[in-house]
């Protein structure tokens, strides 16, 4: 049973300087579903004024990390979880200005792996976070995905925070 974790999801990501830098707050992480959204900063926009693809790829992970603490039934899985992104892509689809709001859920085959590593059954797990971002008026501006390798490491820092 999963439950609510965007306080445990705000603790651990919005202090992560490039997190900070780029604004970006956690409005929700709760069963294997994550928002976050970020006001375009303008240090981080490009020549035509469009959050620079470094914030956008910012935002993918932000709620790709979001949405794995949201599969957590309880704060203490998240313990000495350490986990790297292996690959990301990004789609660009529309100028990305203003507010944003990027959504992420945890598709059904990462909510297994993630569940055998939170569990303990395993020590590490590779997969694969799909996310989606929109601008004020909903419309979609970028799609991303990110590969992640999580490993389970006793003693070390949440998120190398």
Not at 40 to 46: G, Q, R, W, Y
Request: hydrophobic share 45%; aromatic share 4%.
């Amino acid at each position: 049973m999963a439950m609510d974790m965007t306080a445990l999801a705000r603790t651990l990501l919005e202090p992560i300087p490039a997190h900070r830098t780029a604004g970006i707050e956690v409005f929700r992480a709760a069963d294997g579903t994550a928002e976050v959204a970020l006001e375009t900063p303008k240090e981080l926009t490009n020549v035509i004024g469009s959050l620079h693809s470094s914030g956008l790829i910012a935002l993918i992970d932000a709620v790709g990390l979001a949405a794995i603490i949201a599969t957590s039934e309880r704060s203490e899985e998240m313990e000495d979880l350490v986990p790297q992104g292996a690959a990301a892509s990004l789609e660009f689809l529309a100028p990305a200005r203003g507010r944003l709001l990027a959504t992420c859920r945890v598709g059904d085959e990462a909510h297994h792996t993630l569940r055998r590593l939170l569990s303990g059954e395993t020590d590490r797990a590779r997969l694969i976070t799909r996310a989606g971002v929109t601008d004020t008026e909903g419309t979609p501006v970028c799609r991303g995905s990110f590969d992640w390798s999580i490993r389970r490491m006793p003693g070390s820092a949440p998120y190398g925070v």
